[in-house]
């Protein structure tokens, strides 16, 4: 298979432990969805060749490597000739990364380094519903529900008039305007988050994240088939996550994603 329309599993778990990374995916060479421990699976180069970097929110463990890979590419993308590394996000998503990450306490402020009329990263809001074409693809943000504004993104690899999509929830709880949305789509893949298990429902409430028995709600509102792919486990509890899952007859048609995977897009 191509690199060139897949997307590489980096890292799906919700959090860390030996060969678990968190959230993030590269679709073909150049576009990164999110940036958790995941993009520590990369190669110096294929690092430089990140060009976009699409973020769903702003917590810590979708966006922990960024400012590490801005660190890593600085001089070999500034000795390439190669442009930023766009950084797209919601405005309030890229306000905490100024405000808290590159505020020049916790990490360097890259996107004022090495200089600034030519920084390493730049960042470049959107909004939900925009459509974006970068590196190719052509890019949706999605709305999501979640305890910081945040998005998740549809992506086909090329126009959407000819394309089964590829989707990403991002994280969220249960979000009707995602269902609504997705009902014009055909979606080919969907990759939604599935971060407890159903005894821990209370706590998945409280900080809008779905289990099991709330996946099933939710998928029923999908209406185009899609293969389904579950992700944001944290490590140890994917035991109990399939159980669940096969209690409410859940398990076949849904798979647990793996680190390491590559998906074709669209298919
Ligand atoms: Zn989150
Ligand atoms: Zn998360």
């Excluded at 490590?235 to 859940?250: K, T």
């Amino acid at each position: 298979m191509t690199t060139d329309h897949c997307v590489r599993v980096l890292g799906c778990a919700g959090a860390i432990a030996a060969g678990r990374r968190t959230t993030s995916f590269l679709v073909g060479r150049h576009l990164l969805v999110d940036a958790g421990t995941g993009v520590g699976e990369l190669t110096l180069d294929e690092l430089c060749a990140v060009d976009h970097v699409v973020l769903t929110h702003s917590h810590l463990d979708h966006i922990a490597a960024l400012p590490l890979m801005a660190d890593s590419v600085l001089k070999l993308r500034h000795q390439r000739g190669q442009p930023p590394v766009s950084v797209h996000a919601l405005p309030q998503t890229l306000a905490a990364l100024q405000q808290h990450v590159f505020n020049n306490v916790i990490w360097p402020d890259f996107t004022r380094l090495p200089s600034l009329d030519r920084p390493v990263i730049c960042l470049q809001p959107l909004q939900v519903g925009d459509r974006l074409t970068l590196a190719g693809y052509t890019i949706e943000a999605l709305p999501a529900s979640h305890t910081v504004p945040a998005v998740g993104y549809a992506i086909w690899p090329g126009d959407a008039a000819t394309h089964a999509c590829w989707v990403f929830t991002g994280d969220t709880g249960p979000n009707p305007r995602l269902w609504d949305t997705l009902s014009r789509h055909r979606v080919a893949q969907l990759v939604i988050e599935t971060a407890f298990q159903d005894a821990d429902h209370e706590l998945a409430q409280k900080s809008q994240h779905l289990h099991p028995q709330a996946l099933l709600h939710e998928l029923q509102r999908l209406r185009s088939p899609a293969q389904i792919y579950i992700t944001h486990m944290k490590p140890g509890d994917a035991g109990a996550v399939e159980q669940d899952m096969l209690r409410l007859g859940l398990r076949h048609k849904v798979t647990l994603l793996q680190g390491g995977e590559c998906i074709p897009l669209g298919a």
